[in-house]
Each structure stands twice: as structure tokens, then as C-alpha cells.
């Protein structure tokens, strides 16, 4: 949800549409959290989610 509204309002070449902006003026009213926490979901956004993970097999 808050990397479709970052998504929505975030406009990169624009100076006063920033993610702060996003944060403290559209994000912060709707769902209550500290801008860490923003920070911090848009971080685990960003990182390659791993699906093939090798588990050892007995054969």
C-alpha cells in the first residue's frame, strides 16, 4: 500500500514532490507511522525478493 501511494504521488523531477513531501502530506494523514517506518518499507520495497531457495535433499 505506501509503494502505491509513494507511486501515485511521487514525481522524481520535481523538487517539491519528493518522498518527505509524500510522507508528511498524504501518507502521514492516512496511515499513522513514523517516517522511519516509511523509510524502512520502502526499503524492504527496493531489495530483490529470493524465491529459489536451496534446501538440502536427502536424495
Not at 1 to 13: A, F, G, R, T
Not at 28 to 37: A, G
Amino acid at each position: 500500500m505506501v509503494q502505491q501511494i509513494l507511486k501515485n504521488h511521487y514525481e522524481p523531477e520535481r523538487q517539491d514532490r519528493n518522498k518527505l513531501w509524500v510522507y508528511r502530506h498524504i501518507l502521514q494523514h492516512q496511515y499513522p507511522m513514523s517516517q522511519r517506518t516509511f523509510f524502512r518499507y520502502l526499503s524492504l520495497s527496493e531489495q530483490p525478493q529470493q524465491t529459489n531457495i536451496n534446501y538440502p535433499t536427502l536424495f
